[in-house]
């Protein structure tokens, strides 16, 4: 079965420097890869679709790249702010399915000012 | 513009009890709906989700289940709620054709 992971259970970086965090697929390649943020006691919001065919998609400070080859993506967040803590999840998308997508368990960035 | 409704936003039930979370999506129609589970420390977990009125597909054996009676309602129940059954429950639609998913508040479920 496919398996999702996202390599880094919590990430700590200074204000203004580049977080990349990373996630990581099993099996068959999706059609598509989606990045999501959610804060505590909330739930996620999308923020990036990225396509098998597409290698990076960029939104503001936001970039995401595509690796087929290597089965991963990587999200970064440029000038990152205290604002951007958040715990960030990868979701990709069930073969065959109708929109169904698998969750990584997430990544927790904390921006320290 | 849409919109997704969950209540209640907190919950805390005793084990045996039964359970009854809503979904109401608005601003959309026919919209694939979602159930996911998430307990501390793990990812989401799929429990449910619906294509349609009266549709419902299990992703999860449990003592959970899920009815759709209107195209935009969407409801979670359990007959005998169990201390495993605590977390953070939330809704999700997708309308048909796109891939992104739009997820409500959640519920905060505790079982004691």
């Known amino acids: 079965s496919q398996k999702i992971e996202q390599n880094s259970e919590a990430l700590n970086i200074q204000e203004g420097k580049t977080a990349t965090l990373t996630c990581n697929y099993t099996?068959?390649?999706?059609?598509?890869l989606q990045w999501y943020r959610q804060d505590p006691g909330r739930g996620p919001v999308f923020l990036l679709l990225?396509?098998?065919?597409?290698k990076e998609k960029r939104k503001e400070r936001l970039k995401v790249t595509f690796d087929t080859t290597l089965k991963q993506s990587l999200f970064h967040i440029t000038a990152s702010q205290p604002a951007d803590s958040a715990t960030y999840l990868c979701?990709?998308?069930?073969?065959?399915?109708?929109?169904?997508?698998?969750f990584g368990k997430g990544t927790k960035l904390s921006v320290k000012p | 513009s849409q919109t997704i409704h969950q209540w209640p936003a907190t919950l805390v039930q005793p084990v045996g009890s039964p359970l009854s979370l809503e979904c109401t999506v608005e601003?959309?129609?026919?919209?694939?709906l979602y159930w996911y589970r998430q307990a501390a420390g793990r990812g989401l977990q799929l429990l449910f989700y619906?294509?349609?009125?009266?549709?419902i597909s299990s992703e999860v054996p449990q003592n959970l289940s899920a009815s759709r009676p209107q195209d935009r309602q969407f409801i979670l129940s359990s007959k005998k709620l169990l201390l495993s059954d605590s977390g953070f429950y939330l809704c999700?639609?997708?309308?048909?054709?796109?891939?992104?998913?739009?997820f409500g508040p959640g519920t905060r479920l505790t079982v004691l």
């Open positions: 999700a639609w997708l309308t048909s054709g796109t891939d992104t998913q739009y």
């Open positions: 979701a990709l998308d069930f073969r065959g399915s109708q929109g169904n997508l698998i």
């Open positions: 601003g959309t129609s026919n919209p694939n």
């Open positions: 099996n068959y390649s999706p059609a598509y």
């Open positions: 619906s294509v349609g009125i009266g549709q």
């Open positions: 990225i396509r098998e065919n597409e």
